[in-house]
């Protein structure tokens, strides 16, 4: 019976909407803390340029129509970039400069940590008035960092602490994508819930090629990947698996072979290199067998001393023609595989056929660290007009979340996570400004209800 995700669902839901909706906590209240109030409706009051917005740089005083066309040449830039850098990481990847891959992420990790982090961090205790000198605010920031970067790539770590700088890291770069512009972020969102789609699902999606890669490798992905659960690869899987399985056949010079063949490399290389596991010549085999009772034949040993026990057969030269006759039935009998090896091949076929769909099921749940950044920049820009519409998108995030849940399980394959969220958590926010927030408005004003 094949394994499902639906078989632990609720560890499983637990273990990713838990962070996801801490993520989106944290960011509402920093937006809610670091932001005026008289900059909610408006965004940012001094614009600035960044890779998400140089095409266009949106002013309040600007027309819907230019807001519109800018933000979606800003999106359409930004997502080609996007694009360019995901195919450059994949060559890489490709050509094995995984080591390189590897620095970079830890630099851009801590970049992230000590820069971006520092900035808020600074920001929060000019707003509060938190008295620290700048000695002690260095240290703090550089423990910090160093401490992230050891969290996210060194071995050892306990897996909570991993988890927490995951959800740290999203907290910072959702902060940062919501001062862009308001247009400009519900544009961005969009293109990049598409090129999610794009980059996983379709043929030469970058993305689908670096996860294609990892997997024909056994390598996990150099990218920031929040994990629900430990891992463990499938060599590794198989070096600590202690099954033993006894193979035996016979070679084209007539000598049956036998070997104990472990999952473990080490019992394997030891096996080939022990004497008593050696090949037995088929005549004398039967020779042998013979001369020797019953009762003594079925105390041999499959394996083990099998040279000490047909040490004396050289001698025996001469035979009757009926022990000829048995020699060439044990002959047959020998040369009938141990093993169906055709089953073995069906086996592994399966086998093969069934990684990819035990792949997600073995190793969890995992979500890039760009779905906790976008789902945290859909609720902090809602977060900018009002509680209301924090509710309404998180409820459809944390439900586009869920049916990508029951979709995985089902196609049992890597799946975008942005596009269903996404999309859902912007319907429901122009629904909830446009609609639902009016009519809750009057009829509480009017009395109708409270």
Known sequence: ?????????????????????????LVVLLVYSLSPSEQSLSGASDP???????????????????????????????????????????????????NFLKNYVRFSAFFVLGTMGGSIFLSIIQQFSIPVDAFTCFVLLFNF???GVLSLFSGGIPILLRQAYMVCMGI?????????????????????????????????????????????????????????RPTVSENERNRRSGLRFLVGGVSDSGSVELQAVSRDNADGRENHGNPQYSAVNVGTFGNEMHERSSDEVERLPLVGHLRDGFSSSDSSSDRSTSVNRENEIVMEEEMSPLVDMSLLGNNRQRASDSLENSLITD??????????????????????????????????????????????????????????SITLGVLFYFLTRLLMEPFVVGTTTNLLMF
């Open 1 to 25: 019976m094949e394994s499902s995700i639906l078989d632990s669902i609720g560890s499983e839901i637990i273990g990713v909407m838990t962070p996801v909706s801490l993520c989106m906590l």
């Open 48 to 98: 600035f340029r960044t890779a998400a917005n140089l095409v266009y740089l949106e002013r309040p005083d600007d027309s819907s129509t230019q807001k519109l066309e800018g933000a979606v040449l800003n999106a359409l830039v930004f997502v080609i970039l996007i694009a360019i850098v995901t195919f450059l990481l994949v060559l890489l990847y490709y050509y094995n400069f995984t």
């Open 145 to 147: 960092t160093i401490v």
């Open 172 to 228: 910072i770069m959702a902060a940062w994508f919501t001062k862009l512009p308001e247009w400009t972020t519900w544009a961005l969102l969009l293109a990049l819930a598409l090129y999610d789609l794009f980059a996983v699902l379709a043929p030469g999606g970058p993305l689908k090629l670096l996860v294609e890669l990892a997997s024909s490798r056994d390598e996990e992905l150099p990218a920031l990947v929040y994990e629900a």
């Open 363 to 420: 190793r969890g749940i995992r979500l890039g660290l760009g779905d906790f950044i976008f789902y945290s920049v859909l609720v902090g820009r809602a977060a900018m007009y009002d509680l209301m519409t924090v509710y309404a998108c998180y409820l459809a995030i944390i439900s586009g979340l869920g049916c990508t849940l029951i979709l995985l399980s089902v196609c049992r394959r890597a799946l975008p996570a942005l596009p269903i």
